[in-house]
């Protein structure tokens, strides 16, 4: 297995341009969620799926967006790069989602994708 | 949302044991304690969970209060690969999926 497999590993943007951050897992996890990193700060989560066609937003989804045509894979779409999208991104996931009250499973993450924009 | 509050950081010296601290004063009666680590250019790695008793697994021990608003991991004997930032979690607005990260407690070990 895999696991949680992200590309590319590193990118740089200039500010405007559009690109997408892939995530593929090979575990059938139903779910899976986009974090960003930013220096000394703990992790943000952007937007988050819990099935294929699924998907809702985090606590910062301004200027990105996701969609989550298969169960595998959940790309990240930055429609125009600003500089303070400059992170290092990390995508997870788990094997399911309960509601309030239950315990999820645990997280899987990837190793990230560090976006600079200039 | 429920928030956590962990030093900033913490030492510990090889084969010794380490506690991290955490408190999390306004946690709902459902929420799990979750704990996650991240080793220096990798993504967080899960490490344990727990609800209201001790927990313990190959990884790490869980200490819980009573009253469940601090709980404590614990390393029984560090080693130079346990040095990584300790996260110690909370569901947001009660989904057990969405998971917060605050700073956490970066830990060092000493040979």
């Known amino acids: 297995n895999a696991g949680v497999t992200q590309t590319p590993k590193f990118q740089v943007l200039k500010t405007g341009q559009s690109m997408t951050l892939q995530c593929a897992q090979d575990?059938?996890?139903?779910?899976m969620s986009w974090y960003r990193q930013d220096p000394g700060m703990g992790l943000r989560l952007i937007h988050y799926s819990v099935g294929a066609g699924i998907t809702d937003q985090g606590e910062v989804p301004n200027g990105y967006n996701v969609s989550r045509s298969t169960t595998e894979d959940f790309p990240l779409r930055l429609l125009s790069a600003a500089p303070s999208q400059t992170s290092v991104y990390f995508c997870?996931?788990?094997?399911?989602?309960?509601?309030?009250?239950?315990?999820?499973?645990?997280?899987?993450f990837g190793n990230g994708t560090r976006l600079t924009v200039t | 949302d429920a928030k956590t509050t962990q030093p900033n950081s913490m030492e510990s010296n090889e084969e010794e044991p380490v506690h991290l601290p955490c408190n999390h004063s306004t946690i709902s009666g459902t929420d799990y304690i979750h704990w996650y680590r991240q080793l220096p250019s990798q993504g967080p790695e899960y490490v344990i969970h727990?609800?209201?008793s001790n927990v313990n697994n190959r990884m790490a021990s869980l200490a819980i209060a009573e009253d469940r608003k601090s709980s404590t991991l614990i390393l029984h004997r560090a080693t130079l690969r346990d040095a990584a930032v300790y996260y110690c979690?909370?569901?947001?607005?009660?989904?057990?999926?969405?998971?917060?990260f605050g700073k956490g407690t970066k830990l060092s070990v000493k040979p």
């Open positions: 997870a996931s788990s094997y399911s989602y309960y509601p309030e009250g239950s315990y999820n499973s645990p997280l899987h």
């Open positions: 727990g609800l209201t």
């Open positions: 979690i909370l569901p947001r607005g009660g989904s057990q999926g969405n998971l917060i």
């Open positions: 575990m059938n996890h139903e779910y």
